[in-house]
């Protein structure tokens, strides 16, 4: 056992798996790019303050921060998600609005670590500041889905509810807090301690004994006031409008306290209950303001990437697709060949690699065949007399060929088959 190994709920993600990382990335990017996003790159830390706005009875700023002093006696933390950040940084810069932004990027949460949820992971996400038009939220919910038909995932449900706006809220709020205090004791433990937390969270509990008064709790959509209510009947008709399959759930909360009004989730049929969010989003019309800056509509989502990768797992889609060598130059002369043909081929926009320490013929060989490589690059020293170099099929039973050295790189760029003489 090494002296050192990541921390708990940390990962090292490795080549190949690696790969669809990024591409997963890439392709977000260009999903939302397409649609007037920008990426906002924002620092990892920020300002404790900057989090605990998005409210004291959430379990990610109460329970899960990774916060410490730096050296200049400053509270700071290690963000837990984005979209504060994004608020943050939007009452700093003041820019115009709308301001489509998307990001992508680690975030650290001190969770007991399982399959799914890791103490630091990825999100790839969008946020739209200044806008109140309920088909805008159409049009972030949409783009989510867009994605997922990208990745090949079809094995996800769209949920949403509407949370009302901030007085519908409170007043549910209290309604669920006065229906929960009747069931008294046969509540389970942790559902009251999270009810004088947030009653809203009580919605949440998996727990049997919850169950008969959670079915029996009040329903958000009774409180909504009739502009809250209008807001969210646009909101479906455009899903609809779209074909987006969607259903509306009325004990849908989300975790964090920012939310107003439209709310959604995008859960895994595949994963296991407890993590089968994929990601998710929704309204947070006051954050903005709560941080300092104008009173300024917001919608957004972000999506968990190790968790959407598990989902594609699951249905083997979004496979890793390691880039496949042309080449691999073998050079049982020394290796400075191998440098410089190497060298020209990557120049040409090939894939090439190589191998190292001057070894024997038959070791280069044996890495040339487990690199996956096309064809091998040979020299030896009867081809630098000659001026020439063998081209080895690795993946066919093609005869190998012998081509001049100078014809080396357009016979790799252009035709593969032509060569100068055979042997
Ligand atoms: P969230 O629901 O806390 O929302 O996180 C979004 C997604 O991040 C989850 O659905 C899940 O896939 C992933 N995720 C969260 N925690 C973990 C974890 N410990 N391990 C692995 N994956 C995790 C937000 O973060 C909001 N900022 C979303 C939003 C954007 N709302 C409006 N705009």
Known sequence: MPAFQTSPGMRDILPPESERWRRFTDIFADTVERAGYGELISPLLEDLGVFTRIGDATDVVTKEMYDFIDKGDRHIALRPEVTASVCRSFAQHRPTTPWKVFYSGPNFRYERPQRGR??????????????????????????????????????????????????????????????????????????????????????DSKREPDQRFIESAPQIADFHSPEAAEHFESVCAGMSALHIPFEVEPKLVRGLDYYRRTIFEFQGETLNSAQNALGGGGRYDGLVEALGGPSTPGIGFALGVDRTLLACDDEGVFGPEPTELDAFVVDVTGGLHATEITADLRGAGLAADRGYDNRSMKAQMKLANRSGAQFAVIIGDDEVSAGTAVVKPLRTDDEQITIARSDLIAHFSQDTTTGTDSS
Do not use: C, K, M
């Open 118 to 203: 890791y103490r630091q992971f990825e999100q790839v996400g969008i946020e739209v500041l200044g806008v109140d038009d309920p088909l805008l939220d159409v049009e972030v919910i949409a783009l989510a889905w867009e994605f997922y038909a990208r990745l090949g995932l079809r094995q996800v449900n769209l949920i949403i509810n509407s949370l009302g706006e901030p007085d519908d809220r409170a007043r549910y709020v209290e309604a669920l807090r006065a229906h929960f205090d009747q069931a008294g004791s046969a509540l389970s433990e942790q559902s009251r301690s999270t009810l004088i937390r947030n009653p809203l969270r009580v919605l």
